[in-house]
């Protein structure tokens, strides 16, 4: 940006400029009308606007973008989590609820009997992941936040729906996932908040 003593006689009245903002609006106007009017007879030159039709179309997500989370599992399908609640203790909003359990195996020394994100509180910062000694919460599934009817306690992940986000996302892969998110998504456009999602 000039100062205003380095203008010119003709950049202090202003007028050319905003003749020549009016030009380059305008012709982005006309341009994007003209792409738009050939994609309307059939001659698609390139999609004339920048937008997406969420849910109709989905835009991936980039690979390190920190999605709904998940507990990851043991060979075995076992929790990997060891409650050791390093994850809670770093969540700034408080929004990770864990009850320790000892387990029947002498081996591990105990086990998260009820492990549960409210993810309407959640702010989706990732800290939990960070914090996590053990690699047993991770937030890769590359999906947003679910929607649940409107019930507020319906946003509580429970321990059983984010081991399950792990099954499905090693059988089934995250474009599966992503699929069935936006499948989901345009149901909830035709009826909102009626049923289950
Ligand atoms: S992403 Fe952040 S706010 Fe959400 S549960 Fe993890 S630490 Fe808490
Ligand atoms: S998820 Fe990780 S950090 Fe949280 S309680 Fe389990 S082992 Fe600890």
Redesign the pocket.
Do not use: G
């Given at each position: 940006m000039k100062r205003r003593e380095e203008m010119s006689l003709v950049e202090r009245l202003y007028v050319w400029e905003i003749v020549k903002g009016l030009w380059i609006t305008t012709g982005h106007l006309i341009r994007n009308l003209f792409v738009y009017l050939c994609g309307v007879i059939g001659i698609r030159l390139r999609k004339p606007w920048a937008t997406i039709e969420y849910p109709n179309e989905g835009r991936p997500y980039a690979p390190r973008y920190r999605g709904r989370h998940r507990?990851t599992l043991n060979t075995d399908g076992s929790?990997?989590?060891?409650?050791?609640?390093?994850?809670?203790?770093?969540c700034p909003a408080k929004c990770?609820y864990?009850e320790?359990a000892e387990h029947d195996d002498a081996k591990i020394e105990k086990f998260?009997d009820r492990?549960e994100i409210d993810t309407l509180l959640c702010i989706y910062c990732g800290y939990?992941v960070e914090?996590?000694?053990?690699?047993?919460?991770r937030m890769d599934t590359g999906i947003h936040p679910q929607i649940y009817p409107p019930d507020p306690r319906a946003f509580i992940e429970d321990k059983e729906t984010l081991m399950m986000r792990s099954r499905l996302l090693e059988d089934r892969g995250p474009k599966a996932l992503f699929d069935d998110h936006l499948t989901r998504m345009q149901e909830i456009e035709k009826h909102p908040f009626h049923g289950e999602y």
């Open positions: 507990l929790i990997r989590c060891t409650s050791c609640f390093l994850c809670a203790t770093a990770i864990i320790a998260p492990y939990c914090a996590c000694p053990v690699d047993a919460i």
